[in-house]
T-cell receptor, first 117, second 109 residues
């Protein structure tokens, strides 16, 4: 079992560009959450996807969007990049039991470090 | 006041010492998570607790639901345990994790 994988590992972009980050969940998991962790800060929840829909969203602007595919993998897209978007982007997968609010253990990927110049 | 409070913020100890990191929370939860993050690295989930106590190797996590408090203990600490340890809770009506600020642990040889 490969666990949660993310790609790319590192990425350098310039202001105004767009970026797409990818996450493949752990086998058997159907739920993907995305977090942004700025240097020296704790992770901030961006959004969570389940059944190919955004189930919950944190306090992030519409420049941050996502998608979940039928195979449960997910993408995070950020448009019009700002310097402040430089951070480690973490993906976490979990299994939603029958859609109920039962939160199972989350497994985290290694993260994608995005640098915006 | 933050919904999840950790203490201490920083902890430096000698190899072999018994380590305790505390976490208090003020919201209703469905589970409490202890996670580890090495410098520049990703996050590893150590424990998920909804009651009682769990043990994995030299790590022990306990939770007291009535007191809304959890502790993470490390026995026979080793320099490789140096990392940031984060407490996070799953709210009982919320899908996202609510994170503590983390405890930076340094174990000196």
């Amino acid at each position: 079992d490969a666990g949660v994988t993310q790609s790319p590992t590192h990425l350098i972009k310039t202001r105004g560009q767009q970026v797409t980050l990818r996450c493949s969940p752990k086998s058997g998991h159907d739920t993907v959450s995305w977090y942004q962790q700025a240097l020296g800060q704790g992770p901030q929840f961006i959004f969570q996807y389940y059944e190919e829909e955004e189930r919950q969203r944190g306090n992030f602007p519409d420049r941050f969007s996502g998608h979940q595919f039928p195979n449960y993998s997910s993408e995070l897209n950020v448009n019009a990049l700002l310097l402040g978007d430089s951070a480690l982007y973490l993906c976490a997968s979990s299994r939603t039991s029958g859609g109920a609010l039962v939160y199972n253990e989350q497994f985290f990927g290694p993260g994608t470090r995005l640098t915006v110049l | 006041k933050n919904e999840v409070e950790q203490s201490p913020q920083n902890l430096t100890a000698q190899e072999g010492e018994f380590i305790t990191i505390n976490c208090s929370y003020s919201v209703g939860i469905s589970a409490l998570h202890w996670l580890q993050q090495h410098p520049g690295g990703g996050i590893v989930s150590l424990f998920m607790l909804s009651s009682g106590k769990k043990k994995h190797g030299r790590l022990i996590a306990t939770i007291n639901i009535q007191e809304k408090h959890s502790s993470l203990h490390i026995t026979a600490s080793h320099p490789r345990d140096s990392a940031v340890y984060i407490c996070a809770v799953s709210g009982d009506s919320n899908y996202q994790l609510i994170w503590g600020a983390g405890t930076k642990l340094i174990i000196k040889p």
